[in-house]
């Protein structure tokens, strides 16, 4: 009740003004086509309530121009159910739109409209380019089918990836919904779609994938991109965010814009004003969501100018990632140290792949999170992963003087009371070569007290050489002792790692 009553107060703001009169029910009426025809009417929870109220307000209503009414009408509406697609405007003189009949035109001269209005390209590297303005509905696409395979889709069927532009596409028809769709899906078993709810008939109707088709399927496997604008509007909108949901297409572009299934322009009583309500709405089978008023949300956000590009690029990678699985498949099953364990990760790698598991990959930066995730999910071993960086190696051939200072800032060493000391280090580096400066200007500071901590919580490691010379210092050179055994997989060699007798520095 309490957010109604603020409805019918946010409209009427406009009463301060007084110029032309307007009929005093005129905000009751309005008030009434939305709580009988809006698509969310648990937003208008008492308007009945209010509506009473309102029609017993005795206050003229007027203002000096009626689409400055409009507008602050408009205004009201939205800043109290917060939905961008409600509008009311003043038209005299309106008519309303008549949906044309399918008409009766020749073949040929039904292929030149479709020709116009939908494009048709294959791009380089065998990308089909579908770019459509307008969804047309079963009707239509029943007259129209020979024509549409013969024109589009037999040019679309042999390429290796599609992109389909809705960056342009603002109008359509719900049942052409479920065509689209179907034509990238397996025709068993049925997939629902969507669920739409239309508030006039207080009825929801069910999308469900079509088990025959005008022609053949697309499939499951090959790459589909959606272009997507800020203007893309309506049931384009419904299509994108059911394949996008389904897992068979990856959105590129911007946010959509938000619209509606179905709007409907109601007059206001016996005025020239006229409310545009959402009368119906979408609610996604999988997100149990709807991509109304908020829009649909690209996978790879860029511009629109740039998505085709983008596009391109994606389709490309994905061209390369079979490959790419592969060789780290392989690369694991040869080189891991645990022969065994390799093999069984590289065997269900590959099986991963084979089922889809890389198909929606869109960047070298998922690429690397999915591949590093499923090798650690696999292996148990979180040092097992993928990386496009390089590792940074320590410049060689450092002069004297700043290989010293390198050696100072990369140890750290203090004494504390009771004569302990402390020694940290963060990495394990090449020991022979720094073997002398780091005796003389970090062992020597620590090597007289009479305890010492070591400190390798931030340690990332190093080279298994630096391991026998570090040891060696808190052993006696009296007797060797094997510190570990060590197996390297990719020369099939063990060797033990043994103290040293000699060392430089005490």
């Not at 009626?66 to 409600?86: C, E, M, N, Y």
């Not at 397996?186 to 999308?207: A, K, N």
């Not at 690429?367 to 590093?372: C, D, G, N, Y």
């Not at 990369?410 to 020991?431: A, P, Q």
Request: aromatic residues 8%; charged residues 20%; contains cysteine.
């Amino acid at each position: 009740m309490s957010q109604a009553v603020l409805l019918l107060a946010s409209l009427l703001i406009f009463s301060n003004v007084a110029h032309c009169d307007f009929s005093p029910t005129l905000i009751a009426d309005m008030a009434k086509i939305l709580m009988d025809n809006y698509c969310s009417p648990e937003k208008l929870a008492g308007m009945e309530e209010a509506i009473d109220a309102a029609s017993g307000n005795t206050e003229i209503l007027s203002i000096s121009d009626p689409a400055s009414l409009a507008s602050v009408l408009t205004d009201g509406v939205k800043k109290t159910i917060f939905d961008s697609r409600v509008q009311v405007t003043y038209e005299p003189g309106f008519v309303p739109a008549v949906p044309p009949a399918v008409p009766d035109i020749p073949p040929e001269h039904l292929a030149e409209m479709i020709k116009g209005t939908v494009k048709v390209e294959v791009l380089d590297g065998n990308i089909g380019y579908l770019k459509i303005q307008h969804i047309i509905g079963e009707e239509m696409a029943q007259k129209v089918g020979p024509i549409l395979l013969e024109y589009i889709w037999d040019k679309m069927l042999p390429t290796s990836a599609m992109v389909l532009d809705f960056r342009s596409a603002v109008s359509g028809e719900l049942s052409g919904i479920p065509y689209i769709v179907s034509y990238f899906t397996d025709p068993e078993p049925l997939i629902h779609i969507d669920s739409v709810y239309d508030r006039t008939s207080d009825v929801t109707i069910e999308l469900w994938s079509m088990p025959t088709l005008l022609g053949k399927r697309y499939g499951t496997t090959k790459p589909l991109i959606i272009l997507t604008s800020k203007n893309t509007l309506g049931i384009a909108e419904d299509v994108t965010y059911s394949l996008k949901n389904l897992k068979r297409a990856t959105v590129v572009g911007e946010n959509t814009a938000g619209g509606s299934i179905k709007i409907s322009k109601i007059k206001v009583g016996d005025t020239d004003f006229y409310v545009s309500v959402p009368v119906a709405k979408s609610i996604n089978p999988i997100t149990g969501k709807t991509w109304e008023i908020t829009g649909v949300a690209p996978d790879v956000e860029v511009a629109a100018e740039d998505a085709l590009d983008a596009a391109i690029a994606i389709i490309k990678l994905r061209a390369e990632i079979p490959g790419l699985v592969q060789a780290a498949a392989a690369l694991v099953a040869d080189n891991y140290a645990f022969p065994s364990i390799g093999g069984d990760v590289a065997e269900k790698l590959g099986a991963i792949a084979a089922s889809g598991g890389y198909s929606l990959i869109s960047t070298k930066k998922e690429l690397e999170a999915k591949l590093s995730a499923d090798l650690l999910k696999l292996s148990g071993d979180k040092c097992l992963k993928a990386t496009r960086n390089v590792p940074v190696l320590p410049p060689k051939n450092l002069p004297p003087e700043m290989f010293i200072e390198l050696i100072k800032v990369s140890f750290h060493t203090d004494v504390f009371e009771n004569n302990i000391g402390y020694l940290r280090f963060d990495m394990f580096g090449d020991f022979e070569h720094a073997a002398k400066i780091i005796a003389e200007h970090v062992w020597n500071k620590v090597v007289d007290t009479d305890a010492l901590i070591i400190d390798l919580r931030n340690n990332v490691g190093g080279s298994t050489a630096s391991i026998a010379g570090f040891s060696s210092y808190f052993f006696d050179d009296d007797k060797q002792i094997v510190l570990d055994r060590v197996y390297d997989r990719p020369s099939n060699i063990t060797r033990d790692l043994l103290t040293r007798s000699e060392l430089t520095g005490t």
